[in-house]
């Protein structure tokens, strides 16, 4: 079955440590987003992706990058982790259908502490 | 102004009972909706679209009203299973999903 998954599902690093965090789906989707997830906010778009070598910034990128090599991954990196980007950060990922009504489908979620 | 707003509740439901809830949005050129649920913190899963003549599923209802910007959830016949975070989404430039805070019911025994 295809599914989409995220690693480390957990994570603690510290501030200034640069941390990767993986993005794998197997629907063979064109498009692939980075949400964060922070108590009173709904999910928050980081960066996203609509195919191979094409990467977008979302509302908050700001000490977040991305790559796309091919269609399957979408690492996020945190160039140098700061406390405030402790937060639960969810991997999506959607076909380009065209219809507007493209469901997205989500990872487990990656859990990161920075201390 | 957020541009998707909840109620964030929560919403406690007698099992069996009617509950429903509203979600708000500022982006008058939006063409999608959505209602996903969200369980303790894990990933976020669809549970239904809302078009624009409203829809069923099942004891789901969602409802549109783009002329007051809102959209609406009802759960009927609530079960313990229903307990959960629901986020109201709305489509806003291609493929970009805005998310509520999201709306907690509990239903309870």
């Known amino acids: 079955d295809a599914e989409i998954t995220q690693s480390p599902r957990h994570k603690i690093t510290e501030t200034g440590r640069q941390v990767t965090l993986a993005c794998h789906q197997t629907w063979n989707h064109n498009n692939m987003f980075w949400y964060r997830q922070d108590l009173g906010h709904g999910l928050r778009l980081i960066h996203y992706s609509y195919g191979v070598q094409d990467t977008n910034k979302g509302e908050v990128s700001d000490g977040y990058s991305v790559s796309r090599s091919n269609t399957e991954d979408l690492p996020l990196t945190l160039e140098s982790a700061a406390s405030s980007q402790t937060s639960v950060y969810f991997c999506a990922s959607s076909e380009s259908s065209g219809t507007g009504q493209e469901t997205q489908y989500f990872g487990p979620g990656t859990r990161l502490l920075v201390l | ?109």
């Open chain 2, 1 to 109: 102004r957020k541009e998707v707003e909840q109620d964030p509740g929560p919403f406690n439901v007698p099992e069996g009972a009617t509950v429903a809830f509203n979600c708000t949005y500022s982006n008058s050129a939006s063409q999608s909706f959505f209602w996903y649920r969200q369980d303790c913190r894990k990933e976020p899963k669809l549970l239904m679209s809302v078009y624009s003549s409203g829809n069923e599923d099942g004891r789901f209802t969602a409802q549109l009203n783009r002329a007051s910007q809102y959209i609406s959830l009802l759960i009927r016949d609530s079960k313990l299973s229903d307990s959960a975070t629901y986020l109201c989404v709305v489509e806003g430039s291609w493929g970009k999903f805005q998310f509520g805070a999201g709306t907690q019911v509990v239903v309870t025994p």
